[in-house]
């Protein structure tokens, strides 16, 4: 908070990156102020510091320090020293130095350049990033969480952007609201302690979500667990919450009155016994309008702060209520309020009725006798409630005074299922018009047995003054609660697209005071798992990376905090899971019984003590270790050895708000108090017990711990000089104490002999592959092999990369950079050539576009001008083509209508030349599908492929000469035989063909001659050489038909070269033999009947054979 004096050296010069100073715009480039090149002092990278001891190192930050140089590199981590004063660091000119650095610069180890390397990874590697600062309280985590913030919230449109912008506006909005939050959650959670004057007293956790560009567009805070017994008991010396000095200091007289609060803050309990006597570090009344502006800029209306004010006042006021004992009539204790009219204020500020209030703080109602509840969740018989020790003053079965027309209440017991609750609520609701309070319970499976009597009980004054206490804390914590929830309402992102996150984490700090409660061991547990997680990430990950991927190395030792953080979350055997059970069994003595339990479960541990328990030794050995105090336990933590009193460590772990409060708060008229005390609403179904603080607390750290190992972590390390938060004293023990239990040295010992960065093959390729001409644009072979043809077109030497199993490494940040720098030039050239190619082709559009414009309206026009002048020459109106103009008007005509000409002639030659090539390219495909659709090679075949109608005349001569040729081959093939056959057929084809219908039948016989095998026939053999026939050109059997009945009389018929012969078929005897020469002609039936007429010359008669031939 502001209110740290110093911090506001910070707040107002980092206000200033806020863009309140210069209208510089994003991309302008200035000389890095004087401040930032000063000559080096000391070692800035303590990877250079020889030789790397403890004390070489602290007196390295000690010499800075006393320069004024708080931020050391120490490998991968920042060392960031607490100033105690006002530096000139912060300005907005250094933002703009580191901002806009080029690549390779060397500028000094800065906040800002761990902020802008996170936001830069970001925006280019698209990865989530995450900034986790550790450190001791006091030790400056709270302010730098603030400055990273902002850098990180002007980093993406710059400082000064936003404001000009107007498009820019919301993005103003989130950055605004993003940086008030901090003073208002600090105003609320934050407090004056002995190690530190604005303490944080709860932590956070920032996820600020940006856009693309690197704006930021949104972020929600987590809050962990609120001191909240800070609000009604402080150490002596240190202070409440700062809201409630800022309210009373600074709120004006109206506002005071309003809320009946008294500006002394003597007035008020909670505030008078630890008032520090001089305050000069904090001016409350400046940061009450700090507070306030907050509240406005996150959105909170008038009414609303009103209201949170109302809240913080009456926990003043309720604290100012005393009790005064009384005794009742059956000799137990009771209490009365002692001042009314603190009472009445208070019931006026939250809209209750007093009696109602006084009755929920002076009474208890609670379940006396045996209670039902589920044998397998608590076997215990239950306890009495854990703010009432016992029952005093009951009233049951009747109307007590002090309960009328009070409803009553009761304590949910710890052992009593839910089912039970839940009755008991209906009957609490029932009993608002009636006061018995006699029931019956049924248990869970709804049978009804045993019963618990609801019974009134009165407490002591004291019991009373801690249940007063219990509502202030819960009032407190839940308000607390509430406004972070709104906060987060209000910087909820509203815009949809890709978003990326850089977490913020801001821890209280490791806290070692003489008496150290449940807090601080929480406090402690927190920063013990934040140790691991850094240990885990800088050492131990690295390490074993190294010995993973298979390169050299030499293992640095350094302390693994692990088994103390075992100790403590240990499922089961932990000391909150033993704190845990405790809580559970309720009962008197928790504190001790828990104390007795934690020696028995965790004496064994080396990390662990207690009065009954030494390290190392054996529970049962129980030897009396006087140095630990009664009541006590002790353990050594990473950043030193802390007892903590066990005192009212179960009740802060149990964390229960008798449901008497709650419901009289819910029941309040104050608008917020319905949401703060949800369970107070009596129609609520469910009762469920809420986990312990201390198992809530190891679960949201848990989360938390994911959360960070899943993004890109960058640490920086907050030292505190001196315990007296002044500036220039640096003390030597306290700073090398913490540089040892912060591993620094080991840190920087594993960072030199490593490597600065590690990358997958593929990724490493990914990112760079533009670098080479072998891997751009696109590498198919493998990725180790990629990326070693990409190192070798690199001009950096090998011995600054070496190859893993699995990763690259890379030896030093500055060849990191240069990777970066040779990425972002080729980057820039590519994106040149695209934006010259795009503007080339762009340009080239718009010249054709406007030429073509150009033309056309030249063209319209002429044509127009001519029209008109022709017309008006028609009408007699222009006497056209006379003097200068006219010729004039007269060539245009004439040039108009040859170039119509022209172009018509131009239409007609380029259709012809279309015209012809589409016709030889339809030949062409004609042709191309001819050669592979040609028929059958048989000469018989009749097919062939259809030709377009322009090609048929080609198709036609093309299928003639493709049947000459198949007639050709089917030729070639014939032997004498056959191609006497063939001469057979053709002259038969000569003489036929045409004439004889039945001849296209015969075509396909081959013609024999001798049908009937004649020249074999042994008797034939004899007949013919006597008549010299020997040579049988035809012999078949057919029918001659009779001259004289005209019947078919079957006979052999047979020719030869020599005559014709009628033979008997069976006998062979010739019937008739006419010599060739007699015969002097032949007639044929053209028809399909066969009929054959052999015409005979003879002497004394002319005859004539009529043949049937089947
Ligand atoms: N960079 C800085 N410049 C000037 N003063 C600083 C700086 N860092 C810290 N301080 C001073 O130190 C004080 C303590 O710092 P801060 O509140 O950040 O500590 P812390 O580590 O958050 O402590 P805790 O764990 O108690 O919350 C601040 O109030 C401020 O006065
Ligand atoms: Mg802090």
């Not at 502001?2 to 863009?19: E, L, M, R």
């Not at 029932?430 to 006699?438: E, F, G, Y």
């Amino acid at each position: 908070m502001s209110s740290g004096g110093v911090p506001s050296a910070a707040a107002t010069s980092s206000s200033q990156c806020c863009g309140q100073h210069g209208s510089r715009g994003h991309s302008a480039r200035r000389a890095p102020p004087l401040a930032i090149h000063e000559q080096e002092v000391g070692v800035a990278d303590t990877l250079q510091l020889e030789p790397l001891t403890e004390e070489a190192f602290v007196a390295n930050l000690q010499q800075r320090f006393k320069r004024d140089l708080i931020y050391t590199s120490a490998g991968d981590v920042l060392v960031s020293v607490n100033p105690y004063k006002k530096l000139a660091l912060y300005s907005l000119d250094v933002v703009e130095a580191y901002r806009n650095r080029p690549i390779l610069s060397h500028l000094p180890p800065h906040i800002f350049a761990l902020a802008d390397k996170a936001h830069w990874n970001l925006r280019e590697r698209n990865e989530e990033q995450c900034v986790v600062v550790s450190g001791e309280s006091g030790s400056g985590k709270t302010e730098a969480a603030r400055i990273v913030l902002q850098y990180v919230t002007v980093a993406g449109s710059g400082p000064s952007g936003a404001q000009q912008d107007p498009a820019l506006a919301p993005i103003k909005l989130i950055r605004d609201r993003l940086l008030q939050a901090g003073p208002l959650l600090e105003a609320f959670g934050n407090a004056k302690t002995h190690k530190n004057d604005n303490s944080s007293r709860f932590g956070k956790y920032l996820d600020v979500e940006f856009d693309f560009k690197g704006d930021p567009v949104g972020g929600t805070f987590t809050s962990y667990l609120l001191e909240k017994s800070r609000v009604t008991r402080q150490l002596a010396g240190e202070r409440n919450f700062h809201i409630f000095y800022q309210l009373l200091t600074g709120a004006d007289i109206q506002l005071l009155k309003s809320l009946k609060l008294h500006r002394n803050i003597d007035n008020y309990a909670f505030l008078r016994p630890s008032r520090p006597l001089s305050m000069e570090t904090i001016d409350d009344k400046r940061d009450f309008q700090v507070t306030k502006k907050a509240l406005e800029t996150l959105g909170f209306s008038a009414e609303d702060v009103v209201q949170i004010f109302k809240v913080v006042a009456s926990v003043l006021k309720l604290g100012n209520i005393g009790f005064t004992p009384t005794s009742n009539i059956d000799g137990t204790e009771g209490c009365t309020v002692t001042n009314d009219y603190e009472l009445f204020e208070v019931c006026g500020l939250l809209g209750t009725n007093p009696m109602e209030l006084t009755s929920a703080l002076t009474q208890r109602t609670i379940l006396a006798g045996p209670v039902l509840d589920s044998p397998s969740t608590n076997p215990a018989p239950p306890p009495p409630p854990p703010s009432c020790g016992s029952l005093r003053g009951v009233k049951s079965g009747g109307c007590s005074s002090s309960a009328a027309g009070t409803p009553p209440s009761f304590v949910p017991s710890s052992s009593m299922s839910s089912t039970a609750s839940r009755d008991v609520y209906e009957v609490c609701e029932m009993l608002q018009h009636s006061t018995l309070a006699r029931l019956t319970l049924a248990d869970e499976r709804g049978s009804t047995s045993t019963a618990g009597e609801l019974v009134v009980a009165d407490l002591s004054a004291s019991e009373a003054t801690a249940s007063r206490d219990i509502l202030c804390r819960a009032l407190y914590s839940r308000l607390f609660a509430w406004l972070v929830k709104q906060v987060n309402d209000a910087t909820r992102v509203r815009k949809y697209g890709k978003r990326k996150v850089l977490g913020i984490l801001d821890i209280y700090g490791f806290e070692v005071f003489e008496q150290n409660g449940f807090e601080q061991f929480i406090i402690n547990f927190c920063n013990e798992k934040l140790q691991q997680a850094v240990a885990d990430c800088t050492l131990r990950q690295r390490q074993e990376e190294m010995l993973r991927e298979g390169i050299e190395w030499t293992p640095v030792d350094f302390f693994n905090n692990t088994p103390v953080c075992e100790l403590i979350e240990k499922n089961n055997h932990g000391i909150l899971a033993v704190l845990d059970e405790e809580s559970q069994r309720g009962g008197p003595g928790g504190d001790e019984s828990f104390l007795a339990r934690l020696c028995h479960t965790c004496g064994s541990s080396a990390y662990f003590e207690t009065r009954n328990c030494a390290p190392h030794s054996a529970p049962s050995d129980l030897p009396c270790n006087t140095s630990v105090p009664p009541n006590c336990f002790r353990l050594r933590h990473y950043a030193g050895t802390v007892t903590y009193g066990v005192t009212g460590f179960v009740d802060k772990n149990n964390d229960t708000l008798p449901l008497d409060l709650s419901l009289a708060m819910f029941r309040c008229e104050h608008p917020l108090l319905k949401n703060l005390f949800p369970e107070g609403n009596p129609k609520r179904t469910t009762l469920k017990r809420a986990a312990s603080a201390g198992t809530q607390f190891k679960i949201s750290v848990g989360a938390l711990m994911g959360n960070l190992q899943s993004k890109t972590p960058h640490f920086v390390r907050c030292i505190k000089p001196n315990e007296l938060k002044q500036p220039r004293i640096f003390e030597n023990a306290l700073v090398q104490h913490q540089v040892r239990y912060l591993c620094l040295v080991q840190t920087i010992k594993v960072r030199k002999s490593s490597f600065a960065h590690s990358e997958s093959y593929e990724s490493f390729l990914h990112r760079y592959k533009m670098l080479s001409p072998h891997t751009w644009p696109s590498w198919r072979g493998s990725a180790v092999e990629g990326a070693s043809y990409l190192l070798r077109d690199l001009p950096l030497s090998s011995p600054h990369f070496a190859f893993g199993r699995t990763r690259i490494f890379v030896r030093g940040e500055r060849t990191v950079a240069e990777l970066e720098e040779f990425r972002r030039q080729r980057l820039e050239d590519l994106a040149a050539l695209v934006q010259k190619m795009w503007r080339g082709y762009r340009c080239r559009q718009r010249y054709i576009l406007m030429r073509q414009s150009q033309i056309v309206i030249a063209s319209a026009w002429r044509s127009w001008r001519v029209r008109v002048q022709v017309y008006e020459w028609q009408i007699g109106k222009t006497r056209l083509f006379k003097g200068k103009k006219n010729l004039f008007c007269l060539y245009r005509v004439a040039r108009e209508e040859y170039r119509e000409l022209k172009r018509r002639k131009q239409i007609e030659w380029a259709v012809q030349v279309i015209q012809t090539h589409y016709l030889q390219w339809r030949r062409r495909q004609f042709l191309q599908r001819l050669c592979v659709s040609l028929p059958s090679e048989s000469p018989m075949c009749r097919e062939w492929p259809a030709a377009a109608k322009r090609l048929s005349d080609t198709s036609l001569l093309l299928r003639r000469i493709h049947h000459k040729w198949r007639c050709h081959k089917y030729r070639l093939k014939f032997d004498q035989t056959a191609r006497n056959r063939m001469r057979e057929k053709v002259t038969a084809s000569i003489i036929f063909r045409d004439r004889k219908a039945s001849y296209p039948r015969s075509v396909s016989h081959p013609f024999l001659g001798d049908y009937v095998r004649l020249r074999q026939n042994v008797q034939w053999k004899k007949i013919c050489v006597e008549t010299n026939d020997q040579y049988v050109v035809f012999a078949d059997i057919i029918n001659k038909i009779t001259r004289s009945s005209g019947k078919f009389v079957p006979i052999l018929f047979v020719l030869s070269t020599s005559s014709m012969l009628i033979l008997d078929q069976r006998t062979l005897q010739i019937k008739y033999r006419v010599p060739a020469a007699d015969i002097y002609r032949l007639s044929l039936s053209p028809y399909l009947d066969d009929v054959a007429i052999f015409h005979i010359k003879a002497v004394s008669l002319s005859i004539e054979f009529i043949f049937f031939f089947l």
